[in-house]
């Protein structure tokens, strides 16, 4: 049996009839005369297709049993390659992460080609049934479609399963037993008003700028002073990377007077750094406890000496979407007074115990902490009411106004005036 390797199969001369010829995945395929432009062109079509395959030891198209787990391996694989964005990985391969969970777990063993659509449905019925909602079950669904497409374009299953997968419709509302989500509703201003106080100043800034914009959070954790034009009354910030990137859309941000006042003091720093950085937070802490420091200065430690030398955790140069949310959650806790039973949960507690204080602290935390997200719903709600749902649309950069509609609250004002009016 020929030695399997990745490297780039060579171009040989088969004494014995003469021909060219290469061997790919363990097979040999005889390309004609050697030496020929028309063996050169043949090695160059095949070589072509192995390594759009990703360099396949072995040709999938002839390991007919091949199973759901390997099939979740070579995407994953795939994914994590694939969904890149500026030579850094995207949230999107970790998106896929779930669902091949629940088709690793419970159809790794089975081949992949019998995994038809009973198999889809079974599996959809079993999230319903584990309390997930409508929409991740259908979000789940549409990625295990996408793995077997993707899985038959690398001719890993035959065409036909994927085909037979795309029969299976999603769940409707009103006609499944599976919970509907809570939709994002927009956090009151009051509401973030009292957070303020228990965040750090810089997310706090962060927090005041995403409701002034109705920018993403992460086009908000993104800002330098490169990408943003200070001429004119209004400026103007466009992100390097934002959502709709690969779509081809453009995304500008514009920053009125009022965000300028809060964004001013964060320019004054080399241009391509980031605005918003956890170092400077985690400076002005430290400098806070130095200035309510009661020992005197030739006592006890000498700042910055009782540090660990090798932290599991330090502060970086940026923030992330899931720091930003951290933080705004726990300034949240404290803000609306999460009782302390169930912040910290007792080592010495039982298992049950600890079930039933993770169901209250998550029943606490679904009604009193609002996340990042909410800003910009609030954003676009206000925008709406005052200039119309056009506006609104510009302001948040959706290329389709049904999407700003999601986000903008409607103005139910409006329709009592024409029923005081009219009716």
Same mark, same amino acid.
């Not at 002839?62 to 694989?77: D, N």
């Not at 902490?369 to 302001?395: C, M, S, Y």
């Given at each position: 049996?020929?030695?399997?390797?990745?490297?780039?199969?060579?171009?040989?001369?088969?004494?014995?009839?003469?021909?060219?010829?290469?061997?790919?995945?363990?097979?040999?395929?005889?390309?004609?005369?050697?030496?020929?432009?028309?063996?050169?062109?043949?090695?160059?079509?095949?070589?072509?297709? *192995? %390594?759009?395959?990703?360099?396949?030891?072995?040709? #999938? +198209?002839?390991?007919?049993? !091949? /199973?759901?787990?390997?099939? @979740? &391996?070579?995407?994953?694989?795939?994914?994590?390659?694939?969904?890149?964005?500026?030579?850094?990985?995207?949230?999107?391969?970790?998106?896929?992460?779930?669902?091949?969970? *629940? %088709?690793?777990?419970?159809?790794?063993?089975?081949? #992949? +080609?019998?995994?038809?659509? !009973? /198999?889809?449905?079974?599996? @959809? &019925?079993?999230?319903?049934?584990?309390?997930?909602?409508?929409?991740?079950?259908?979000?789940?669904?549409?990625?295990?479609?996408?793995?077997?497409?993707?899985?038959?374009?690398?001719?890993?299953?035959?065409?036909?399963?994927?085909? #037979?997968?795309?029969?299976?419709?999603?769940?409707?509302?009103?006609?499944?037993?599976?919970?509907?989500?809570?939709?994002?509703?927009?956090?009151?201003?009051?509401?973030?008003?009292?957070?303020?106080?228990?965040?750090?100043?810089?997310?706090?800034?962060?927090?005041?700028?995403?409701?002034?914009?109705?920018?993403?959070?992460?086009?908000?954790?993104?800002?330098?002073?490169?990408?943003?034009?200070?001429?004119?009354?209004?400026?103007?910030?466009?992100?390097?990377?934002?959502?709709?990137?690969?779509?081809?859309?453009?995304?500008?941000?514009?920053?009125?007077?009022?965000?300028?006042?809060?964004?001013?003091?964060?320019?004054?720093?080399?241009?391509?750094?980031?605005?918003?950085?956890?170092?400077?937070?985690?400076?002005?802490?430290?400098?806070?406890?130095?200035?309510?420091?009661?020992?005197?200065?030739?006592?006890?430690?000498?700042?910055?000496?009782?540090?660990?030398?090798?932290?599991?955790?330090?502060?970086?140069?940026?923030?992330?979407?899931?720091?930003?949310?951290?933080?705004?959650?726990?300034?949240?806790?404290?803000?609306?007074?999460?009782?302390?039973?169930?912040?910290?949960?007792?080592?010495?507690?039982?298992?049950?115990?600890?079930?039933?204080?993770?169901?209250?602290?998550?029943?606490?935390?679904?009604?009193?902490?609002?996340?990042?997200?909410?800003?910009?719903?609030?954003?676009?709600?206000?925008?709406?009411?005052?200039?119309?749902?056009?506006?609104?649309?510009?302001?948040?950069?959706?290329?389709?106004?049904?999407?700003?509609?999601?986000?903008?609250?409607?103005?139910?004002?409006?329709?009592?005036?024409?029923?005081?009016?009219?009716?």
């Amino acid at each position: 049996m020929p030695r399997l390797t990745s490297a780039t199969p060579k171009y040989r001369h088969h004494k014995a009839s003469g021909q060219a010829v290469v061997t790919i995945c363990g097979r040999d395929h005889y390309l004609g005369p050697y030496k020929s432009k028309a063996s050169r062109l043949e090695y160059d079509r095949l070589i072509g297709e *192995w %390594l759009a395959a990703g360099r396949p030891a072995v040709r #999938a +198209v002839e390991r007919v049993e !091949i /199973s759901v787990a390997e099939v @979740c &391996l070579a995407f994953w694989k795939h994914a994590q390659r694939h969904y890149r964005k500026n030579g850094r990985p995207t949230g999107t391969a970790e998106n896929y992460r779930p669902a091949l969970s *629940w %088709l690793r777990k419970r159809y790794g063993r089975t081949a #992949a +080609v019998d995994f038809g659509p !009973i /198999s889809l449905k079974a599996l @959809c &019925l079993a999230m319903v049934q584990s309390g997930n909602s409508r929409r991740y079950v259908n979000d789940q669904m549409h990625r295990i479609r996408k793995v077997f497409r993707w899985a038959a374009s690398e001719e890993m299953i035959p065409a036909s399963v994927t085909d #037979a997968l795309a029969t299976v419709d999603g769940l409707q509302k009103g006609r499944t037993d599976a919970r509907e989500p809570d939709p994002v509703e927009p956090v009151a201003d009051p509401t973030v008003e009292l957070t303020l106080p228990h965040l750090p100043e810089v997310v706090a800034d962060m927090v005041r700028l995403q409701r002034l914009t109705g920018a993403r959070p992460g086009e908000i954790i993104a800002m330098r002073p490169c990408d943003i034009v200070r001429t004119g009354d209004v400026w103007q910030y466009t992100p390097a990377e934002h959502k709709t990137e690969h779509h081809g859309h453009q995304r500008t941000i514009f920053i009125g007077p009022r965000a300028q006042a809060i964004l001013g003091k964060y320019l004054l720093r080399d241009a391509s750094e980031h605005c918003f950085r956890p170092i400077d937070s985690e400076r002005k802490r430290r400098l806070a406890i130095r200035t309510k420091r009661e020992t005197p200065w030739n006592c006890g430690n000498a700042p910055g000496t009782n540090r660990k030398a090798k932290p599991r955790r330090k502060a970086g140069e940026a923030n992330s979407n899931d720091s930003y949310r951290r933080a705004i959650a726990r300034a949240c806790e404290i803000a609306f007074g999460m009782p302390e039973s169930l912040r910290k949960i007792p080592r010495t507690a039982t298992p049950e115990q600890k079930a039933e204080a993770q169901r209250r602290a998550a029943e606490w935390r679904k009604v009193n902490v609002w996340h990042p997200n909410q800003l910009r719903h609030t954003a676009a709600t206000d925008i709406r009411e005052k200039f119309g749902l056009e506006h609104a649309q510009v302001t948040l950069g959706h290329s389709r106004m049904n999407v700003t509609e999601i986000y903008a609250e409607k103005n139910l004002k409006l329709a009592a005036d024409v029923a005081r009016e009219v009716g």
